[in-house]
């Protein structure tokens, strides 16, 4: 844990810049507000939360740790409480849910800046807690913050876009993209605006190599490991699904099913409409699957890796001391163990010492029956039955071979959360467990 000093030099003086900036922002806002867009209403509101900011500035700058703007305890335990595996993905689907529903609300300009303010101020808040500040602060981290944010803007942009989009369509009206297809010259327009852009993040990757120092650490050695060893934040999606498969298939086989996955959807697509033009109701089964294969089997698993994943890979709390110490006892189970010992108390089905191969293979069929079963129906049995149920009208438009591809990568997709839910309540290892090929799922 970080002394008072180095909270009070490092810490207090980068929150009290912080507010500063917000207050800046929130000052232009309410600036722009009242003398272009004639709302003065918000102009004041946004002018009082400028002058709040300026509060928070004055009391991250006061020399007192005391005096430090900080999320009550009781609320940092609480979301330490909350921030285990099972709180965490069921949090963020209904976040994922609440955002899809009342996508009407929360593209509005004001909905949206009120939420990004909102998020900055707990942000700051909860950085004056120095547990939080270690973890948020570190220099392999800090970009993860900034891409957060990115992400949440470019995806704001797209929805409201859709959103206009559908309501236009409502009302017979051409989409935006229609309205603004003027064709422009690739010299100068584009070429000087991508000068620009060049010019902009060259001066700010040097400013950023200034300010923060690389996250360089010491020569790897073989006799001392970093404690928790983490990929790079690409691919902590992927170490996280190492914790519930085997490397074979989260490393390969689902990998693969998405890039194979990307290139057959424009042959399996039937429906020809949102083409060149952003739309949400008019392709709502495409968007859902897409968002939330990308946003919550994946940026949340990236979240979750860099943030709340802390040493010997255990989970932690935002606001949770990341000590070594910390031992969580599993006692992962696989199914085979599960159904024969634990629900018919006898003992796995093992051929005798002298059994030849066949016989030796169809013991090791009867101990992994369950698991084969489950997994039959899950992939064989299940396709049909929705093609007939809730995908009639994909079946119908699809045909028989697109929808068994559409539906098979869209339940192997699923395995993912579906493994991690069973991991987390029934402690459930693998479905089925065929060490003598290193065979696990």
Avoid at 97 to 102: I, K
Avoid at 170 to 183: A, I, M
């Amino acid at each position: 844990m970080h002394s008072s000093g180095f909270f009070l030099n490092d810490v207090a003086g980068f929150l009290g810049g912080y507010y500063v900036f917000l207050a800046i922002m929130n000052g232009i806002a309410a600036l722009i507000l009242w003398r272009k867009k004639n709302a003065p209403g918000w102009a004041l509101v946004w002018s009082v939360f400028a002058g709040i900011m300026m509060i928070l500035a004055s009391l991250a700058l006061s020399g007192s740790k005391s005096m430090v703007p900080v999320l009550p305890a009781a609320a940092r335990g609480v979301v330490n409480y909350l921030s285990g595996p099972v709180a965490y993905t069921l949090g963020t689907t209904a976040l994922f849910t609440c955002l899809f529903v009342f996508r009407k609300f929360f593209v509005q300009p004001m909905a949206a800046w009120s939420v990004f303010n909102l998020t900055l101020l707990l942000l700051g808040l909860s950085m004056a807690d120095e547990n939080f500040a270690a973890i948020v602060m570190k220099p392999d981290n800090v970009p993860i913050v900034g891409l957060v944010y990115l992400l949440a803007f470019f995806t704001w942009v797209a929805t409201k876009q859709a959103v206009v989009n559908d309501e236009r369509i409502k009302q017979g009206l051409p989409v935006v993209e229609k309205e603004n297809d003027e064709k422009v010259l690739v010299w100068p327009d584009l070429v000087y605006t991508e000068l620009i852009c060049m010019v902009g993040v060259s001066a700010f990757l040097l400013v950023w190599a200034l300010f923060l120092p690389a996250p360089l650490e010491e020569p790897a050695s073989s006799v001392k490991t970093p404690n928790p060893s983490k990929a790079p934040w690409y691919f902590l999606g992927l170490q996280e699904m190492l914790v519930y498969f085997d490397p074979w298939y989260a490393g390969v086989v689902l990998p693969s099913l998405v890039v194979f996955g990307l290139m057959a959807m424009p042959y399996l697509d039937f429906n020809k409409k949102g083409n060149g033009y952003y739309s949400i109701e008019e392709r709502k089964f495409s968007y859902l699957v897409y968002q939330f294969g990308f946003f919550e089997l994946w940026i949340t698993l990236i979240i979750l890796g860099t943030f709340l994943r802390g040493p010997n890979w255990n989970f932690f709390g935002p606001f949770e001391y990341w000590t070594p110490y910390k031992v969580e006892v599993l006692n992962n189970v696989d199914l085979p163990q599960m159904f024969w010992v634990q629900w018919l108390n006898q003992p796995l089905p093992r051929a005798p010492q002298d059994a030849g191969v066949l016989s030796q293979i169809g013991f090791i069929f009867l101990r992994e029956a369950p698991g084969l079963l489950i997994m039959g129906a899950y992939l064989v049995a299940l396709p049909p039955l929705m093609a007939v149920t809730i995908f009639r009208g994909f079946y119908a438009r699809m045909g028989f071979i697109r929808y068994m591809i559409m539906s098979n990568l869209m339940l192997l997709m699923l395995t993912l959360p579906l493994k991690m839910i069973l991991r987390w309540t029934v402690n459930l290892k693998y479905i089925i467990s065929i060490p003598e090929f290193s065979l696990n799922f």
